[in-house]
């Protein structure tokens, strides 16, 4: 996650429906300090408590922070490590978590008849967003396939139509620890159809789910990852 030479900081995600725990690895350095800040109020979390502000030579201090999604927002979470540095003096670095609100989706394998009827159901205001981003680097099919599995967190939907290398679907449940009239936790169904312009390297994002706040979220967030 983090490397300026003095501090080193490596970090473990696992994560279970609207819940994860996040572990931070902090390998040397002296009167340390470590502030999660989420303006967007993305998760509920608690940040675990250093056993020690002093790390002698290579020691290695695991710190762990247990966070729940509560609703959706595009804003990712910050992380500052303030520290002192023998040389330097006080230094503090602010950086992003590598925290989306993808990462609390689960993916959903449709079959092209069931992927169809929902996303004709989601016709409601608010329900759709859709954009067009132009990237800086050359647009690449595989790559883009990479974004919607591996770090959007979508399965794949085959079979519909007009799919193709250059236009993909997919499905997920966003998990979050919101809690319904009923004492439920609420779950977020999301579509998501993406065009590829290879000739004129751009994409265009189609997202639709059932809440507008869902739906804006998660299309700023896969903008963000394109762009």
Not at 11 to 35: L, N, P, Y
Not at 81 to 87: I, V
Not at 127 to 133: F, I
């Amino acid at each position: 996650l983090y490397d300026d030479g003095t501090l080193q900081v490596a970090t473990k995600i696992e994560t279970r429906g609207s819940q994860c725990r996040f572990s931070f690895m902090h390998i040397s350095i002296t009167d340390f300090t470590v502030a999660v800040n989420d303006p967007a109020g993305l998760m509920r979390f608690e940040l675990g408590k250093l056993p020690s502000t002093q790390l002698d030579g290579l020691a290695r201090v695991t710190q762990v922070m247990m966070l729940e999604c509560v609703k959706p927002a595009s804003q990712i979470p910050t992380v500052t490590f303030s520290y002192t540095d023998t040389l330097l003096g006080k230094r503090s670095n602010t950086i992003d978590l590598p925290i989306i609100i993808t990462t609390f989706n689960e993916p959903l394998n449709l079959a092209s008849a069931d992927f169809t009827a929902r996303w004709q159901q989601l016709v409601s205001p608010g329900q759709e967003a859709q954009e067009v981003v132009k990237p800086s680097y050359p647009v690449v099919p595989a790559q883009v396939h990479g974004v919607l599995t591996s770090t959007l967190k979508f399965g794949r939907t085959h079979g519909l139509p007009d799919a193709s290398e250059y236009v993909v679907y997919g499905a997920a449940t966003l998990r979050t620890g919101a809690v319904s009239a009923t004492g439920e936790k609420l779950s977020v169904g999301c579509m998501v159809k993406i065009e590829m312009n290879v000739q004129a390297n751009a994409i265009r994002v189609t997202l639709r789910s059932v809440h507008p706040a869902a739906t804006q979220a998660i299309l700023q967030t896969v903008k963000k990852l394109l762009l």
